[in-house]
C-alpha cells in the first residue's frame, strides 16, 4: 500500500522566516496530495491540495510544489507567524481515490 | 450548518467496556470516515463509507464496528475496549472522498481505557 513519509518531524523557525516540509510517497499512482494543519487541541483543516496534474499551487503565504519523478511534495510557508505554529499532515490517494494515506506529521514552532 | 458533529468529547472506559462514538453530518456528504490519532503516529483510517448502507474496512478494523443506516449518521463501535484503543478519534466527511476534495473533520473524541 500507500507509503507516506515527513521529514523533519520537527521544525523550528523564526517569526517571518521560511518553512520548507517535504513528504515523500511509493505509489506512483497517487494523484492527489492535500495537506492539513491541526492546531493543538483542534481538528485537522485543509489548508492546499495539489493534483499530479500540476506542478506547483500558491495561495496567499502557502505553496505546495509536487515532483512526481521523484515522488516527493512540499509545503513552503513563507513570512511565518505565530499563529502558523501547529502540526501539519501531508497525505496521498489511494487507489480507487476513496482514501487517503497520511504521514506522521510535522510540528512547526514559529519562535517570536 | 453545524458541520460534522461528534459525541462524546471525552470518555473514559474500563478493560472489556462498550461504547459507541456518535458523528453525523448535516452537509449531505455521501462520503465518511473514522480515524484513530495516536501521539506522533499521525491519522490511522479505521473504517470508512461511500454511502448509507455500504462501508468497508481501513487500515486499523480490528476491534471496531461501524454502520452507516442514512446518510447523516455514522457511529463507531468499540467492543471489549482494550488499552490500545486508547487515543483521540476524529470522524470526517466528504463531498467526493478524500481524494478528490478536502475532509471536514469533527472536533475529535478523547478516549482512554483504563
Known amino acids: 500500500g500507500e507509503n507516506v513519509e515527513q521529514h523533519p518531524s520537527t521544525l523550528s523557525v523564526q517569526e517571518g522566516d521560511s518553512a520548507v516540509i517535504k513528504c515523500t510517497y511509493s505509489?506512483?499512482?497517487?494523484?492527489?496530495f492535500p495537506w492539513y494543519k491541526q492546531e493543538l487541541g483542534k481538528r485537522p483543516q485543509l489548508i492546499i491540495d495539489?493534483?499530479?496534474?500540476?506542478g506547483e499551487k500558491k495561495d496567499q503565504q502557502i505553496a505546495v510544489t509536487l515532483n512526481k519523478t521523484a515522488k516527493h511534495f512540499s509545503l513552503h510557508i513563507t513570512e511565518t507567524q505565530p499563529e502558523d505554529s501547529a502540526v501539519y499532515f501531508c497525505?496521498?490517494?489511494?487507489?480507487?481515490?476513496?482514501?487517503?494515506?497520511f504521514g506522521k506529521g510535522n510540528q512547526v514552532v514559529v519562535i517570536p | 450548518n453545524a458541520g460534522v458533529t461528534q459525541t462524546p468529547k471525552f470518555r473514559i472506559l474500563k478493560i472489556g467496556q462498550s461504547m459507541t462514538l456518535q458523528c453525523a453530518q448535516d452537509?449531505?456528504?455521501?462520503?465518511m470516515y473514522w480515524y484513530r490519532q495516536d501521539p506522533g503516529m499521525g491519522l490511522k483510517l479505521i473504517y470508512y463509507?461511500?454511502?448509507?448502507?455500504?462501508?468497508d474496512k481501513g487500515e486499523v478494523p480490528n476491534g471496531y464496528n461501524v454502520s452507516r443506516s442514512t446518510t447523516e449518521d455514522f457511529p463507531l463501535r468499540l467492543e471489549l475496549a482494550a488499552p490500545s484503543q486508547t487515543s483521540v478519534y476524529f470522524c470526517?466527511?466528504?463531498?467526493?472522498?478524500?481524494?478528490?476534495?478536502?475532509?471536514?473533520f469533527g472536533s475529535g473524541t478523547q478516549l482512554s481505557v483504563l
Open positions: 505509489d506512483s499512482a497517487s494523484n492527489y
Open positions: 497525505a496521498a490517494s489511494l487507489e480507487g481515490n476513496n482514501r487517503l494515506a
Open positions: 452537509m449531505n456528504h455521501n462520503y
Open positions: 470526517a466527511s466528504g463531498v467526493k472522498g478524500a481524494a478528490n476534495e478536502k475532509l471536514f
Open positions: 495539489i493534483r499530479s496534474n500540476v
Open positions: 463509507s461511500v454511502g448509507a448502507g455500504i462501508t
